[in-house]
Structure formats: C-alpha cells, structure tokens
Nanobody, 122 residues
Framework: QVQLVESGGGLVQAGDSLKLSCAAS????????MGWFRQAPGKEREFVAA????????YYADSVKGRFTISRDNAKNLVDLQMSSLKPEDTAVYYCAAGRTTGTNALGYAYWGQGTQVTVSS
C-alpha cells in the first residue's frame, strides 16, 4: 500500500511557474507508475502527466506538453511536477496517484493523494 501527500500548491499569476511535490510512503514506490491528475470546479478529473517506474518514460496531456515536466526520485520516494507558463485554465486541484499501469486513465491508479489547490490568476 502507498500513501501519497502532495504539497506546493498556491496562488500564482498567469505566466508564473510552480512546482508540486508528492511524497510517498512505503518501500514499493519504485514499482509504481506515478501520475498527476487535476480536477477543476464542475469538470471531470483529467490526466496531466505520468512517469514510468524507472523514470525513463514520461507522458503528458496535450494541454500541458512543453510547459509541465514530471520527474521522480526513487531514492527519496518523491515525484514532482514542475509547471511553467501557467494559464488561468490550469486552475484546479492537482492529485498525485500511484498505479501498476502504463496508461493515462485514472482507473488504472489505485492510490491517490488528498490533492493540492493551484489557482492561476489572469
């Protein structure tokens, strides 16, 4: 079992950068694909980015490609999401997730953090 705790959210202006971090408990962190999802008010949860167990492969939603970077440190049980050139439409609660999956579907992720709010003002 994996417990996930996100941090780093906040209020920023359009064009700013922000880094989210997710700390995982347990000794099996390196056996999970890690993902970031987000949910805006009134909208469904959507995929943002994912990284393979070793960190050798990354996947991004088209809406964030080129602006967001996902990375992980298996020695420290951490996964980060570096966000740059933020837009008001990036405003959402961002969730860290762990799963034994190679996909971008939220159903493939068994463990979820509590979420952290990111608000981008125009």
């Amino acid at each position: 079992q994996v417990q996930l705790v996100e941090s780093g959210g906040g209020l920023v202006q359009a064009g700013d950068s922000l880094k989210l971090s997710c700390a995982a408990s347990g000794r099996t962190f390196s056996t999970y694909t890690m993902g970031w999802f987000r949910q805006a008010p009134g909208k469904e949860r959507e995929f943002v980015a994912a990284i393979s167990k070793s960190g050798s492969s990354t996947y991004y939603a088209d809406s964030v490609k080129g602006r967001f970077t996902i990375s992980r440190d298996n020695a420290k049980n951490l996964v980060d999401l570096q966000m740059s050139s933020l837009k008001p439409e990036d405003t959402a609660v961002y969730y860290c997730a762990a799963g034994r999956t190679t996909g971008t579907n939220a159903l493939g992720y068994a463990y979820w953090g509590q979420g952290t709010q990111v608000t981008v003002s125009s």
